[in-house]
């Protein structure tokens, strides 16, 4: 079969990679793909934007494409699924309107309260005014997120009144976000260990994935602004198998049942994020209507099983009849960013040392985000670069291995955390 992959960074990758080890597949399209992906067997990357949906829309029918796996959220909330769907090619994600649970984050605060799905309590604005009388009243730190989509930036944590006016002044004006920050909500601040719960959804049944942990700030100790995401590893020890029946039953079930009512069943990978209190009480935080990033790479290290299988029985309506093998070990993976990520533009062309020459073997994987292939280098393009990923006996282990890959790999102003994994490996010294 011929797969279609939307995208090119480093979730896309790992999805390509992925794809590539099922015997199903004998050819892999990626739009726009990357540097990683031109490498990968089967693969081939297609100058096509992932928001070009009419582009893709000609691809796929010409190509006569089997399936295809959209990884960013833009198309997603765009409509590309129901074009696609319009025209009878299989296609794995959410309408545009359940994609609306990671489009307007408005949409997914009511939706959440209508169900009675625990988050974090909230309000939203659209004029200033009425937000500058709110903020007044609300303790510190405070949560600010644009309503729409804002490439994974639109959250800021703020510790202080003056500030949070500032940055809401911004956000509502336009000036910050553009259109994604025209409302606004503020949510109270959670505490508590975070956690990401993805799924396969087809509709009416749901498949679980591994577990893991993100590390959204730029900084070690979890300090610093927010970004996409600076490292993840899976398992989460966090979610022991108690707390995932209640994230199971408190919020998935709820969330998939809720949009089949409304008419608009959810099909495709759902990412809950969230926030463990200190009494192991789930929180969701946000929803994603794809695949996590980074948090792909390390659990498709862990996955035995056909992915291209498990896609086209979701379109079927058969999740129900599968089950995922996974490997009993830890991933872990290491995001390497470009220097002023997440704050600033990031240069690119520099080109990258110490990448491996070939595979690294089946327990460690360099996969790439914002990378090109140019007079026979391969060149940053992006904030977020590359992704070193390995898996490991222990969490301990697999840290170890991926920060020894990291330290063969260079180019100017790099930079990464040196503490992923840290709450797990703390927990188990």
């Known amino acids: ?41 089967k693969a081939t990357n297609i100058p096509i934007s992932a928001e070009d949906l009419p582009a893709l829309l000609d691809f796929a029918r010409q190509e006569q494409v089997d399936l295809t796996l959209v990884g960013p959220e833009a198309p997603l909330v765009a409509g590309i699924v129901d074009r696609f769907s319009e025209e009878q090619l299989p296609v794995f994600g959410p309408c545009a309107a359940a994609a609306r649970l990671e489009g307007s984050k408005a949409f997914a605060k009511r939706f959440m309260q209508q169900h009675r799905i625990p988050t974090a309590r909230y309000e939203v604005f659209s004029d200033f005014r009425d937000a500058r009388d709110y903020i007044e009243s609300m303790p510190v730190p405070m949560v600010i997120k644009a309503d729409g989509l804002a490439g994974g930036k639109g959250v800021l944590i703020v510790g202080d009144h003056e500030q949070a006016a500032c940055c809401a002044r911004e ?14 909500v503020f949510e109270e601040f959670l505490r508590g260990e ?37 490292g993840a590893y899976s398992p989460a020890p966090v979610v022991d198998a108690v707390l995932h029946r209640r994230i199971l039953d408190e919020v998935i079930y709820p969330t998939v049942n809720g949009l089949a009512e409304q008419g608009t069943p959810y099909v495709g990978f759902l990412y809950a994020g969230l926030m463990i209190d200190s009494q192991k009480n789930p929180h969701v935080l946000e929803f994603n209507c794809r695949f996590g990033d980074p948090e792909a790479q390390p659990i498709l290290m862990r996955m035995h099983s056909d992915l291209a299988e498990l896609c086209m029985a979701a379109l079927a309506g058969r999740l129900d009849e599968h089950a995922i093998q996974w490997d009993l070990r830890t991933a872990l993976g290491v995001v390497l960013a470009a220097g002023g990520y997440p704050l600033e533009a990031c240069k690119s062309g520099a080109v990258i040392k110490g990448l491996p020459a070939a595979e690294t073997g089946s327990s460690r994987k360099v996969f790439h985000a914002g990378t090109r292939l140019g007079d026979g280098a391969v060149l940053t393009q992006g ?3 590359l992704c070193v990923t390995a898996l490991g006996d222990t969490v301990r282990d697999a840290r170890r291995d991926a920060y020894d890959l990291v330290r063969q790999i260079s180019w100017p102003q790099m930079f990464y955390r040196e503490d992923i994994g840290h709450r797990a490996v703390s927990e188990n010294a």
């Open 383 to 385: 904030g977020r670069v």
């Open 194 to 230: 975070e956690a990401s719960f993805i799924c396969m959804v087809d509709g009416r049944h749901v498949l679980p994935l591994a577990t893991s942990q993100d590390h959204k700030r730029r900084d070690a100790g979890d300090e610093g602004p927010n970004t996409g995401g600076m």
């Open 1 to 41: 079969m011929k797969v279609l992959v939307v995208g090119g960074g480093g979730r896309e990758h790992a999805l390509t990679w992925k794809l590539g080890h099922s015997e199903r597949v004998s050819r892999i399209f990626v739009a726009p793909g990357n540097g990683g992906t031109a490498t990968e067997p």
């Open 171 to 184: 956000m509502l004006s336009g000036e910050r976000f553009g259109d994604a920050g025209r409302q606004v």
